[in-house]
């Protein structure tokens, strides 16, 4: 029986996709940077399926490529062009397995949507606070194997913090079952620690024991105008110590992101009578209704009588608290109908943000003459998104070019500051290069030791996150017996 | 050179310990179960010297065993009896090396007293949560490696949730830098999670950064009087919504506990004026003043009117709280004044609780008639210490001889459960055995290969959390290569 008549044989051939027009949208990805080619695309409809799914594909040699619900920002969802893989979907892999509002934990397999998964919690009055643009598409598995982050990090934490527990399918097809419900358990080594942000490469997680909170009761959004960066840093400290820690969101937008929203997208208005040159959105949460306003208020009072603040509005309906959540939601796709945008995803630590938005933009407007710096994003956990629109009447091609030679410029920076090149959207493939140029050698040895445990065969997921050197042919060259 | 000279070189003469007297302190270990034996102490007083004894001894092929401040209670941190081996203290290793105030991080070395680092952060107006017995004496590096739980889980997390960064020396002497001060970095796999709990089998922590929270602004503190245990369920949930999620601690006290105390320990008075079967220590905190009072006393006034609380006792003064939290603490030393004391460690997710103290009451009667159940502990977070005391007259000899068979009945009900039988104290030496009975082969395959890796001489802490299968002469049996 050939693989495809054994992958059919499991999970039904409707079930197996091969045509050309069916594979396409598992072939390419977000930023139209890659264009993959697969064997084929399995669908299962359990974890006992993809269970057989890897079992059939690794005693078949035939690599295997895990994907949710192929938002990934770096191509790690989706196969190479080789075309030598099988795309392994967890599109089917929908249950939501159990609902404990008085543990506050939610069961679910790994193809729910985060949407799906955000609205299961708040049936049963809880929150599952991980929110990012994409929750309409993306799957909880691969929220999970790409660590997500989200803007409500700076309170919540990143996925990471929000799974309690696994269910995985070994490179091997065997099911490791780490679900619990637990809060506690010093059993051993966090082996779910591994799974979480490897990006489907050291398995495929099928299920999860996700962690809830109360859900919110009340929530104040503001708007503030600053004069400079550092003064963010301070508002920032002071709504975090003045507010019972409510603080859930802190997003930086510079003058360029509302005038590029204001540019292109209909519906946004600019809230202030004149420009300045940084805002802040700051929103705050509590389950418990009542004094979030106040304090909200009264720290922004303090901080106007100061100068600290220049101006501020303060959302006074859900419509308002849109309107707001807009201008800084809008940012990405304003940048996109400017013309070519090469991105960044860095961080560093949250008191050396204004110095490092200042350092990049000093260094790439000298590496690119002209190029529009857009630096907005999650100021309260360090992640800036420092874009880089193309100059005006610039070749978009040409000014795309550059994106390996700004991020050199960019990176160069944040790793000298102790940053992230990566800090919300993984490796993929298309940093895999950059992190073995910037990750010391000691990392990259235990992320390969780690790797050849698991996947000794290297069939899962391979040219991903994990490089391997190469020998003069261009093979990887794999240490013998995986070990360090 | 001998080895012990080359350590006497590395950290000077008066920093390896040989004496019996000297060495005495490092062997022994809290509940006097083990007696062990070393060739010597090494107190390095820098990572780069830990980082020297620890290739000095790797070369050497001498086994080493990382200890803090040897309060573990499962002989992780003391040598075996066979006494090859050199006890690496990390006592000197006390530096703190960053304070970061609006970062919200601390950087510390890893023999930092738990006490000095809480000081150390509240000297910044911010709070380290980790708060356990013993953080007078033990060692944050300690904390780390044993994924230190205490009372505040239930609002902070483990000690895993407070770990940004860790560096790390490795069994073979290399230092692995992985101090960030990043609250998002998905730059390839979570090494770091690896270390920590790992108890000191992967490496010796010398280093972390830890996150740090608003200062506590406000606490109000309850004791609650209940007829039974599921009332305190709902009672946690509605005082977890109701409260902005402030709950940071939810301790569960029996009566028998409460007797205990008064019959053992001065000063310690019933608040109430009849005994009841259950109470709830219930703690709410807050880094912004006000309201959390009114919300704690609505939230009692309607559970005393439907009968879920039969009374309650709200602390009016730091005095009365500290008496009432003198109640919880001295449950363990009044136990031991009663006679012999066995012990488990468990946790069931939060709503099974009851059940989980119900089923293994009824077992531990029926297996030893007139044994006396302490079932306190840490309801928020599942984690209870169910506790037995030796019947009355018994001779404690013959009870403590009982304790594997003890174990027995109570792990396997809670592992039927899906439980932990380990959720904070973690493995060691202690509950090695019950560990390789109970843990699916799975999962030890992965934790041996892991260990495999990183320690492939397993000369890093052998004997503790994992095990190898031994041969037909006792040796351990380690898997060719290392890997699974």
């Known amino acids: 029986m050939s693989l495809l008549e054994q992958l059919s044989a499991i999970v039904g051939a409707g079930n197996v996709l091969t045509g050309a027009a069916d594979l396409a949208p598992y072939l390419e990805e977000e930023r139209g940077l890659y264009h993959g080619a697969a064997l084929a695309v399995a669908r299962p409809g359990s974890t006992g399926e993809v269970a057989a799914v ?14 949710g619900g192929n938002t990934g920002l770096c191509g790690g969802g989706v196969p190479s062009e080789r075309g030598d893989s099988v795309v392994i979907s967890t599109e089917r892999l929908t249950r939501i397995r159990r609902v404990d509002p008085i543990d506050f934990t939610l069961t679910v397999e790994a193809g729910c949507v985060l949407a799906t998964v955000q609205a299961a919690a708040a049936e049963v009055g809880c929150l599952f606070p991980l929110s990012l643009g994409a929750e309409g598409s993306c799957r909880i598995g691969g929220n999970i194997s790409t660590n997500a982050g989200g803007t409500n990090v700076l309170r919540y934490g990143n996925t990471r913090d929000l799974v309690l527990g696994l269910e995985v399918v070994l490179p091997d097809g065997r099911i490791w079952n780490g679900l619990k419900r637990l809060r506690k358990d010093n059993t051993g080594y966090a082996l779910h620690h591994l799974f979480i942000g490897a990006e489907g490469t050291l398995g495929v997680v099928t299920a999860a024991v996700l962690k809830l909170f109360p859900a919110i009761a009340e929530r104040q959004t503001a708007l503030v105008a600053l004069d400079d960066l550092d003064a963010a840093l301070v508002l920032l400290a002071r709504a975090r110590r003045t507010s019972g820690d409510a603080v859930t969101a802190c997003e930086l937008i510079p003058r360029i992101g509302l005038e590029l929203c204001l540019r292109h997208i209909p519906g946004i208005r600019d809230p202030f009578a004149v420009p300045h040159p940084w805002y802040l959105l700051l929103e705050l949460s509590s389950s418990r209704p009542g004094g979030l306003r106040e304090a909200l208020e009264a720290m922004l009072a303090e901080a106007l009588g100061e100068g600290l603040a220049v101006d501020v509005v303060l959302a006074e309906s859900l419509e308002q608290r849109r309107a707001l959540w807009r201008i800084r939601e809008g940012i990405p796709e304003a940048q996109k109908k400017e013309g070519g945008s090469i991105k960044h995803d860095v961080a560093v630590a949250t008191s050396l943000v204004p110095e490092m938005i200042r350092r990049c933009t000093r260094a790439v407007e000298a590496a690119l003459p002209g190029v529009v710096v857009v630096a907005f994003g999650h ?54 290069d950059e992190l073995a140029h910037y990750k010391p050698t000691l990392d990259l040895d235990l992320m390969r030791g780690v790797k050849a445990v698991l996947d000794p065969s290297g069939l899962m997921n391979p040219g991903k996150v994990v490089s391997f050197p190469r020998d003069g042919r261009g093979f990887s060259v794999r240490p013998p017996g995986g070990c360090l």
Chains 1, 2 share one sequence.
């Open 54 to 67: 890897v079992a059939a594909c690794a005693t078949a040699g035939i690599a295997m490529v895990p994907q």
């Open 379 to 432: 100021l309260g956990d360090g992640n800036t998104h420092f874009n880089l629109t193309q100059p005006d009447g610039a070749d978009k091609q040409a000014f795309l070019a550059e994106w390996s030679r700004m991020n050199r410029v960019v990176h160069d920076i944040v790793v000298e500051m102790e940053g992230s090149i990566s800090a919300e959207h993984g490796i993929g493939r298309l940093k895999l």
